[in-house]
């Protein structure tokens, strides 16, 4: 089974700072996705990056980036020149990806709720 | 452009009451899942569906019901409530493919007293 850990419940971070949020997970599988998921105070679930486990070259989105290190089973989000708009709750997310396989089924980590201090 | 709906956005129930979660999608999705999310755990999910007449377990599937009869809909039933079902219920769908994003509705905070 497939499991998705962050290490990190809460951190705060001044406006403008760079800011890092951890993602580790346990798979088997050698195809998958890994998400981060957005959750401000207005509850909304919203997609942040995405990075498929085939490509090697680390997803980018604007201010936010991954580092996706395969072998270790990591994936970290980035947030560059952090503004008071990114505060919000966290969520790294795995799914497996196995082609005419329809038990892909996506799994979240606990999270981490970052502050961002005016 | 609705996306997913859900129903109602706050209910509360006494312990030992029916209720049925109301979902509905309007992008044609086959797969739509329910998920609860509860203090330092995350989302979980419940139950989930890969397309109408198609319905499996989740992680926490006890004390609730589903059913898809139609692509559109995923009703989640709790048939008997209880205090440890206080949660705010998520509903979420996507498209064939694993390459589909997931589009989340705005959720359901319930409340059994």
């Known amino acids: 089974a497939q499991t998705v850990t962050q290490s990190q419940p809460e951190m705060s971070v001044q406006e403008a700072e760079t800011v890092t949020l951890s993602c580790t997970y346990d798979?088997?599988?050698?195809?998958?996705?890994l998400f981060w998921y957005k959750q401000p105070p207005s509850r909304q679930m919203i997609l942040v990056i995405r990075q498929e486990a085939y490509k090697q070259q680390n997803a980018t989105e604007n201010r936010f980036s991954v580092n996706f290190q395969k072998a270790a089973k990591s994936f970290s989000l980035k947030i560059s020149d952090s503004q008071l708009g990114d505060t919000a709750m966290y969520f790294c997310a795995f799914m497996k990806h196995r082609p005419g396989d329809r038990d892909d089924k996506i799994i979240f980590g606990k999270g981490t709720r970052l502050h961002i201090l005016p | 452009n609705a996306g997913v709906t859900q129903t109602p956005k706050f209910q509360v129930l006494k312990t030992g009451q029916s209720m049925t979660l109301q979902c509905a999608q309007d992008m044609n999705h086959e797969y739509m899942s329910w998920y609860r999310q509860d203090p330092g755990m995350g989302l979980r999910l419940i139950h989930y569906?890969?397309?109408?007449?198609?319905?499996d377990q989740g992680e926490v599937p006890n004390g609730y019901n589903v059913s898809r009869s139609t692509t559109e809909d995923f009703p989640l039933r709790l048939l008997s409530a209880a205090p440890s079902q206080t949660s705010v219920y998520f509903c979420?769908?996507?498209?064939?493919?694993?390459?589909?994003?997931?589009?989340f509705g705005d959720g359901t905070r319930l409340s059994i007293l």
């Open positions: 979420a769908s996507r498209g064939r493919g694993s390459n589909q994003p997931q589009h």
């Open positions: 798979t088997s599988e050698n195809n998958y996705y």
């Open positions: 569906s890969v397309g109408a007449g198609i319905t």
